[in-house]
C-alpha cells in the first residue's frame, strides 16, 4: 500500500538533513528498514537517533555518492544488513550559486560529481542489487525544475546537472522496466523544510525569499507531507507501471 512501507528497504542518500532527512523519517514511521545514506557521519547519525527514538528502524551508511567505489560498499552494506534492497531515494546533491560566466572548471565538475555522476553510480549499483534480490523495485532520483527552465540566476551549474538526471532517468527506465524495476524523478521547488536547498539559495544569492515566492501561482512553500505523499506513491508496488516520469511539485511555477 502507498502508506504503508511495512518491511520494505529503503536506502536514502543525502538523509542527513532537509528533504531527505524527512523522506526518511517518513518512509520509517511507516515501518520501512531505512539505510540512512550521508557524506557527514554526524548529521547522519541524528538522523537515525531521530528515527530510532520514534520506534522506526534504521542504520547509518557513510559514503560520498561522487565516489563510485563508496557508492558500491554502500549499496552492499544495504544487503548485507537487510538481506536485500527494494527501494532507493537518490537524493543527495549540492549546489554552488554562481553565474556560469563566473564560473570554473572545479566548481563545476564539484556539482556534476555529485549531482549527476553520482546518480549515475547509485543507479548502476541499486539496479545491481534489485536485479540479484529478483523481487523487482523502485528508484527514485531526485531531480529539480531547474533543469526545464532558468529557475533562478546562478543556478546553470546546479540545472545542467539535473537536466542529465532527467535524462538519464528516463534511459534507465526503459532500460529495466520489463524487469519489474521502475525508475523515475521528483522535481520539486521551495520546500519548506529546514537547511533544504531553497533555503541555503536565499541566504547564498540574497535574493529575497518574497520574491521567489511571487513566481509561484500557488503562492507558497511546498509542504514537507506533500513532499513525502509524492515519494511514497512513485516507490510504491502501485506505481509500478510509472516509468521513466519526471513528477513535478511546483504550484504551477512551471506552468507559467
Known amino acids: ?13 543525502g538523509a542527513g538533513r532537509a528533504c531527505g532527512r524527512v523522506i526518511a523519517e517518513d518512509l520509517a514511521a511507516r515501518h520501512a528498514h531505512v539505510v540512512v545514506n550521508d557524506i557527514d557521519p554526524r548529521t547522519g547519525a541524528e538522523t537515525v537517533d531521530r528515527i530510532t527514538a ?3 528502524e534504521a542504520t547509518l551508511v557513510v559514503a560520498d555518492v561522487a565516489d563510485d567505489a563508496q557508492v ?14 527494494d ?47 529478483g523481487r523487482g523495485g523502485a528508484i527514485l532520483n531526485m531531480s529539480s525544475v531547474s533543469s526545464d527552465l532558468a529557475a533562478a540566476r546562478g543556478n546553470g551549474l546546479y540545472a545542467a546537472a539535473k537536466g542529465g538526471v532527467d535524462g538519464l532517468t528516463k534511459t534507465v527506465a526503459v532500460e529495466v522496466a520489463a524487469e519489474g524495476i521502475s525508475v523515475n524523478a521528483l522535481s520539486f ?31 507558497r512553500k511546498l509542504r514537507p507531507e506533500e513532499l513525502c505523499a509524492a515519494v511514497r506513491y512513485l516507490t510504491s508496488e502501485e506505481a509500478r507501471f510509472v516509468v521513466g516520469t519526471n513528477m513535478v511539485l511546483d504550484g504551477g511555477f512551471t506552468a507559467m
Open 72 to 85: 558500491a560498499r554502500m549499496v552492499d552494506a544495504c544487503v548485507e544488513t537487510y538481506g536485500r534492497l
Open 189 to 219: 521547488i521551495g520546500a519548506d523544510v529546514e537547511g533544504g536547498m531553497f533555503q541555503r539559495f536565499v541566504a547564498e544569492t540574497g535574493i529575497p525569499e518574497e520574491e521567489l515566492l511571487d513566481a509561484i501561482p500557488a503562492g
Open 54 to 56: 520514534e520506534g522506526g
Open 1 to 13: 500500500m502507498i502508506d504503508d512501507a511495512t518491511g520494505r528497504v529503503v536506502l536514502v542518500t
Open 87 to 133: 527501494v532507493a531515494v537518490n537524493n543527495a546533491g549540492i549546489e554552488v550559486p554562481v553565474e556560469v560566466a563566473d564560473s570554473t572548471p572545479e566548481q563545476f565538475a564539484a556539482v556534476l560529481a555529485t549531482n549527476l555522476q553520482g546518480v549515475r553510480s547509485c543507479v548502476a549499483h541499486e539496479i545491481r542489487a534489485l536485479r540479484a534480490g
